[in-house]
């Protein structure tokens, strides 16, 4: 078996392989090729953390693994990320334990592909200015994929602590952007892509700061209660998600489909538009809104993209198991 360390995936892995890699297995999710195993996730009553798996198996990329590992609340207290993950892929035809795939910059890496595949398929092709909401972690990771899709001209950003906005300054910077902070109202008005990607329990963005022909890629809402953006965006929107059953039930769109704006039928696997088997965007003044769920299966797909180039370049350590 082989062992791509943490350490070793920046040097791996860059957002063109793990976009390819998450479009592929979003096509083969909406065929019925790949499928996602359900969700474990629980509180271990130690060290305050959230522990879990996510699995599933992909018969067309013949992937088959699961992530495991969860939240972690005191280890930036001991210089760690608080999240923490490992990718655990395995042979198909005999179930042997395959490779052990670092996980932690994956996750931002496969995060930040999903908005990226819904900008390509969802976005109007003349979209010239992005708009972030949030600036954590996953933020600048979400930026640097989103801006390869179109011809950006400008980044407008807003955070509930603009001081953190530094982050989406300096990544704006580094791929050549203008960026400036602003108001809600005004990242509403002008942007023609927003993603959102924070951990709020509330609307931030309201309804009547999203103009017609935006391209929404809501990314923060991964558990049930969270919300970013008012439900009525949604209710005036075309929905997209990457696992409909997570959209519904733990997505953005659980605050909609509870109200009774949008019916769980109308919820689109993006994967089908990839496959063009939906028409996505309809017109330029649609709003079009990817829920961004995060499945097993985008993990699965980065690390063996990882594992592949791991091996040809001789840094996947291999060892006898
Ligand atoms: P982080 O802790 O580094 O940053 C959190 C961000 O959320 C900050 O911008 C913070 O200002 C903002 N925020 C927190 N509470 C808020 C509130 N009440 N109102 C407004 N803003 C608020 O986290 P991160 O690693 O950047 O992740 C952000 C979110 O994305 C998390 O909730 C995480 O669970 C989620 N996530 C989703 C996926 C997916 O596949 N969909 C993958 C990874 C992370």
Redesign the pocket.
């Given at each position: 078996m082989w062992i791509v360390p943490e350490a070793a995936i920046g040097d791996l892995m860059d957002e063109g392989a793990a976009f390819d890699a998450v479009e592929a297995v979003f096509a083969a999710m909406a065929a019925g090729e790949a499928v996602n195993f359900p969700v474990v996730r629980e509180a271990i009553g130690h060290a305050e953390a959230l522990y879990g798996f996510k699995s599933g198996f992909d018969r067309a990329g013949l992937t088959l693994g699961v992530k495991s590992g969860g939240y972690w609340p005191g280890n930036a207290g001991q210089g760690i990320p608080?999240?923490q993950s490992s990718v655990f892929l395995f042979d198909p035809d005999t179930g042997r334990l395959k490779a052990v795939v670092g996980g932690n910059l994956l996750?931002?890496l496969?995060?930040a592909a999903?908005a990226a595949v819904s900008i390509k398929h969802l976005a109007r092709a003349d979209a010239k200015v992005l708009g972030m909401?949030?600036?954590?972690?996953?933020?600048a990771f979400q930026l640097r994929a989103a801006a390869r899709q179109r011809d950006f001209e400008r980044v407008l950003g807003w955070?509930?602590?603009p001081e953190?906005l530094v982050r989406l300054e300096e990544t704006a910077r580094e791929i050549g952007l203008p960026f400036e902070a602003v108001e809600l109202d005004r990242l509403g008005a002008e942007a023609d892509v927003i993603a959102t990607?924070?951990?709020?329990?509330?609307p931030?963005l309201m309804d009547a700061h999203v103009r017609e022909g935006t391209h929404l890629a809501c990314?923060?809402?991964?558990?049930v209660g969270?919300q970013?953006v008012e439900a009525a965006i949604l209710g005036r929107a075309a929905v997209f998600t990457?696992e409909v059953a997570q959209s519904v039930t733990l997505?953005e769109a659980q605050h909609a489909v509870a109200e009774g704006l949008v019916a769980e039928a109308e919820v689109m696997p993006i994967g089908r538009v990839i496959n063009a088997d939906h028409p996505g965007r309809r017109s330029a003044g649609e709003i079009t809104v990817f829920d961004?769920?995060?499945?097993g299966l985008?993990d699965l797909a980065v690390a063996a993209a990882v594992l592949e180039r791991g091996i040809a370049a001789g840094i996947a350590v291999e060892v006898d198991f």
């Open positions: 608080n999240h996750t931002a496969r995060t999903a909401v949030g600036a954590g972690h996953q933020s955070n509930r602590s953190k990607i924070t951990s709020s329990f509330a931030i990314m923060g809402t991964d558990t969270k970013e990457d997505g961004g769920t995060g499945v985008q």
